[in-house]
Protein backbone atom coordinates (compact mmCIF):
# COMPACT_ATOMS: atom_id res chain seq x y z
CA UNK A 1 0.00 0.00 0.00
CA UNK A 2 0.85 3.33 -0.93
CA UNK A 3 2.70 5.11 2.54
CA UNK A 4 3.87 1.99 4.09
CA UNK A 5 7.59 3.05 4.14
CA UNK A 6 8.19 0.91 0.60
CA UNK A 7 10.95 3.40 -1.19
CA UNK A 8 12.08 4.63 2.63
CA UNK A 9 13.04 0.30 2.88
CA UNK A 10 14.16 0.48 -0.62
CA UNK A 11 16.81 3.19 -0.01
CA UNK A 12 18.38 1.14 3.60
CA UNK A 13 18.67 -2.02 1.08
CA UNK A 14 20.69 0.26 -1.10
CA UNK A 15 23.17 2.06 1.48
CA UNK A 16 24.02 -1.73 2.27
CA UNK A 17 24.79 -2.63 -0.78
CA UNK A 18 21.93 -4.22 -2.66
CA UNK A 19 19.95 -4.01 -5.32
CA UNK A 20 16.11 -2.72 -4.60
CA UNK A 21 14.25 -1.38 -7.27
CA UNK A 22 11.28 0.64 -6.58
CA UNK A 23 8.46 0.04 -9.19
CA UNK A 24 7.33 3.57 -8.75
CA UNK A 25 11.14 5.11 -9.30
CA UNK A 26 12.11 2.72 -12.24
CA UNK A 27 9.84 2.74 -15.17
CA UNK A 28 8.35 -0.84 -13.87
CA UNK A 29 4.77 1.60 -13.66
CA UNK A 30 2.42 2.92 -15.82
CA UNK A 31 -1.13 4.25 -15.26
CA UNK A 32 -3.79 2.61 -16.39
CA UNK A 33 -7.19 3.43 -17.97
CA UNK A 34 -9.21 3.51 -14.70
CA UNK A 35 -6.87 5.88 -13.17
CA UNK A 36 -4.68 3.51 -11.10
CA UNK A 37 -1.21 2.48 -12.14
CA UNK A 38 -0.14 -0.96 -12.60
CA UNK A 39 3.38 -3.00 -12.96
CA UNK A 40 4.70 -3.23 -16.70
CA UNK A 41 4.58 -6.86 -16.45
CA UNK A 42 6.94 -8.00 -19.08
CA UNK A 43 9.62 -5.44 -17.63
CA UNK A 44 9.39 -7.19 -13.98
CA UNK A 45 9.26 -10.22 -15.24
CA UNK A 46 12.73 -9.38 -17.56
CA UNK A 47 14.41 -7.93 -14.41
CA UNK A 48 13.57 -11.44 -12.07
CA UNK A 49 14.39 -13.53 -14.87
CA UNK A 50 17.72 -12.17 -15.52
CA UNK A 51 18.79 -11.65 -12.01
CA UNK A 52 20.98 -14.39 -10.85
CA UNK A 53 23.44 -13.68 -8.70
CA UNK A 54 22.43 -12.49 -4.59
CA UNK A 55 19.80 -10.43 -3.68
CA UNK A 56 17.08 -8.69 -5.38
CA UNK A 57 14.64 -6.52 -4.08
CA UNK A 58 11.71 -5.11 -5.96
CA UNK A 59 9.03 -2.78 -3.79
CA UNK A 60 6.25 -2.12 -5.28
CA UNK A 61 2.19 -3.31 -5.08
CA UNK A 62 0.39 -4.00 -8.50
CA UNK A 63 -2.16 -6.80 -9.56
CA UNK A 64 0.39 -8.18 -11.24
CA UNK A 65 2.56 -9.46 -8.62
CA UNK A 66 0.72 -12.60 -8.14
CA UNK A 67 1.90 -13.41 -11.95
CA UNK A 68 5.24 -12.87 -11.28
CA UNK A 69 8.14 -15.96 -9.79
CA UNK A 70 8.92 -14.10 -6.48
CA UNK A 71 10.99 -16.07 -4.24
CA UNK A 72 9.87 -14.29 -1.21
CA UNK A 73 7.08 -11.78 -0.51
CA UNK A 74 7.10 -8.90 2.15
CA UNK A 75 4.37 -6.93 3.30
CA UNK A 76 5.11 -3.99 4.94
CA UNK A 77 1.70 -2.48 6.99
CA UNK A 78 1.17 0.70 8.89
CA UNK A 79 -1.62 2.03 11.05
CA UNK A 80 -4.12 3.78 9.15
CA UNK A 81 -2.95 7.18 11.03
CA UNK A 82 0.10 6.79 10.07
CA UNK A 83 -0.38 6.55 6.66
CA UNK A 84 -2.43 9.27 6.12
CA UNK A 85 0.59 11.43 7.90
CA UNK A 86 2.97 9.65 5.75
CA UNK A 87 0.94 10.13 2.71
CA UNK A 88 0.09 14.12 3.15
CA UNK A 89 3.38 14.88 4.24
CA UNK A 90 5.39 13.18 1.30
CA UNK A 91 7.57 15.70 -0.99
CA UNK A 92 8.91 12.70 -3.36
CA UNK A 93 5.89 11.88 -5.03
CA UNK A 94 2.65 13.18 -4.58
CA UNK A 95 0.29 10.19 -5.09
CA UNK A 96 -1.81 10.47 -1.74
CA UNK A 97 -1.98 14.25 -1.69
CA UNK A 98 -5.75 14.22 -2.36
CA UNK A 99 -8.64 13.67 -0.81
CA UNK A 100 -9.73 10.96 -3.66
CA UNK A 101 -6.06 9.71 -3.46
CA UNK A 102 -6.41 9.22 0.44
CA UNK A 103 -9.56 7.42 -0.17
CA UNK A 104 -8.59 5.49 -2.36
CA UNK A 105 -5.40 4.13 -0.44
CA UNK A 106 -7.52 3.63 2.84
CA UNK A 107 -10.09 1.49 0.51
CA UNK A 108 -7.34 -0.45 -0.65
CA UNK A 109 -5.66 -1.26 2.72
CA UNK A 110 -9.13 -2.67 3.91
CA UNK A 111 -9.93 -4.65 0.27
CA UNK A 112 -6.81 -5.58 -0.51
CA UNK A 113 -4.36 -6.08 2.45
CA UNK A 114 -6.14 -8.62 3.81
CA UNK A 115 -5.20 -10.82 0.22
CA UNK A 116 -1.36 -9.56 0.56
CA UNK A 117 -1.26 -10.76 3.87
CA UNK A 118 -2.28 -13.98 2.98
CA UNK A 119 0.58 -14.74 0.06
CA UNK A 120 2.94 -12.80 2.40
CA UNK A 121 6.37 -14.96 3.58
CA UNK A 122 6.66 -12.12 6.18
CA UNK A 123 4.86 -9.37 7.58
CA UNK A 124 6.43 -6.20 9.01
CA UNK A 125 4.87 -3.06 10.58
CA UNK A 126 6.43 -0.12 9.31
CA UNK A 127 6.47 1.59 12.51
CA UNK A 128 10.13 0.77 12.81
CA UNK A 129 13.07 2.37 11.80
CA UNK A 130 14.19 1.61 8.43
CA UNK A 131 17.22 -0.31 9.54
CA UNK A 132 15.38 -2.65 11.95
CA UNK A 133 13.13 -3.41 9.30
CA UNK A 134 15.68 -4.00 6.82
CA UNK A 135 17.21 -6.29 9.03
CA UNK A 136 13.80 -7.98 9.66
CA UNK A 137 13.46 -8.13 5.88
CA UNK A 138 17.43 -10.45 5.80
CA UNK A 139 16.65 -12.15 8.48
CA UNK A 140 13.40 -13.62 7.43
CA UNK A 141 14.58 -14.48 4.22
CA UNK A 142 17.56 -16.34 6.33
CA UNK A 143 15.45 -18.23 7.93
CA UNK A 144 13.44 -19.33 5.16
CA UNK A 145 16.99 -20.73 3.58
CA UNK A 146 17.80 -21.68 -0.24
CA UNK A 147 14.92 -21.40 -2.13
CA UNK A 148 13.74 -24.43 -3.46
CA UNK A 149 14.59 -25.60 -7.42
Given at each position: ???????????????????????????????????RWGWRRDLVADLLGSHTVGLLF????????????????????????????????????????????????????????????????????????????????????????????
Amino acid sequence: MSGTGKSTLVQELRRRGFVAYDADDHGFSEPRASGRWGWRRDLVADLLGSHTVGLLFFAGCSEEQAELPFDFRVLLTAPEALLVSRLRARTRNAYGHTTAELDQVLSDRAKVEPLLRRAADLILTSTAPPAQLADAVLAGIAERGPRDA
